[in-house]
């Protein structure tokens, strides 16, 4: 009895000692230094917000034991956050948040030398949503008639956005060559800015994502007119989508965290772990249903797959409206 009992002992020790093992070195690897957080556009926009409470919600719930330190390089549409990670000396320490830029930068620069399919595909953690926006004092209440007055005032009507053929400038080129519009475009480093514009009446509209033209909107300064969605956002019920109003047209933006090129297996491993933690904490599903993001978590082959599909589009859409040939 008295082994047996000692028997018994010794494998609940066993077992208990693994299972503090497991619990505590969960991964190969994890980070002896702070971790390079490459954020791929300027200060104040989507991206810049999500990965500034991303960083916010890791120090919150103590899942890294080492800080993300977020740089922001919006340099060159993404250019410069590209180079950056491709270059980084140490790819274990080096990741990025990343937008659509991702896929047309390095489509209307092959001189950068950046194959995406080699960065590490650590997680996508939403897809951004796209609405129209212009200032309270345009009088503009409808698509329609935002039509009207764009096309009445041809190149006199500025568009702004973040980046040169972005996201916000394939969505105005969709818009010109769709309703035989002649909108001006000018870029700017980051999509707080442009709300800023819009909002001081500087431009005369901007395709925002709903977390940068947020705040203005509350204040009653922004007007969404359309929402470039496949279904009524939940936030703006009020305002149709595009296909709505006849157009055969969607775009999302992905918002995912990239590792660097010659990133290892175990720190791929070790910073998907650490953002599926992120996307299924409580503070990341209510920033998702506050700003009207969508989609699910996903990393590894299936994001992969994906970054290729996107990249198939994006070169389509660039062909069409000739940034690219």
């Not at 977020?70 to 990025?96: C, R, V, Y």
């Not at 470039?228 to 995912?256: C, H, I, N, W």
């Amino acid at each position: 009895m008295a082994l047996l009992k000692k028997l018994v002992l010794s494998t609940v020790g066993a077992a208990a000692f693994a299972a503090a093992t497991v619990g505590s070195v969960a991964y190969a690897f994890e980070p002896n230094k702070p971790v390079n957080f490459i954020i791929m556009a300027g200060k104040g926009g989507g991206a810049d917000k999500m990965a500034r409470l991303m960083q916010a919600i890791i120090e919150k719930e103590k899942l890294s034991p080492r800080p993300l330190v977020p740089t922001n390089k919006s340099g060159g549409s993404g250019a410069e956050a590209l180079q950056a990670a491709k270059g980084a000396n140490d790819p274990d320490h080096t990741i990025m948040v990343t937008l659509n830029s991702f896929f047309t930068t390095p489509l209307r620069q092959p001189g950068l030398g950046v194959d995406i399919m080699k960065f590490a595909p650590v997680g996508r953690m939403a897809e951004d949503t796209f609405l129209l926006w212009v200032h309270k004092d345009s009088g503009l209440k409808t698509f329609e008639e935002f039509l009207e007055k764009a096309k009445t005032d041809g190149k006199k009507w500025v568009m702004g956005g973040t980046g040169k053929n972005s996201e916000d400038n394939i969505i105005t080129d969709y818009l010109n060559g769709q309703y035989g519009l002649s909108m001006k475009y000018i870029p700017y480093k980051g999509g707080g800015a442009v709300a800023k514009q819009v909002a001081g009446k500087q431009l005369n509209s901007s395709v925002n994502n709903p977390s940068e033209a947020l705040g203005f909107y509350e204040s009653g300064d922004m007007v969404p007119l359309v929402a470039f969605t496949d279904e009524r956002l939940p936030m703006f019920p009020d305002v149709p989508t595009l296909k709505e109003k006849g157009g055969d047209f969607s775009y999302f933006m992905q918002r995912a965290v990239v590792g660097a090129p010659g990133m290892s297996e175990d720190a791929l491993n070790y910073y998907t772990g650490l953002f599926q933690k992120v996307y299924d904490s409580a503070d990341w599903q209510k920033y998702k249903k506050d700003k009207s993001l969508m989609g699910d978590f996903m990393a590894g082959g299936d994001l992969v797959k994906y970054w290729g599909t996107q990249r198939d589009r994006h070169t389509s859409i660039l062909k069409a409206s000739g940034a690219i040939k």
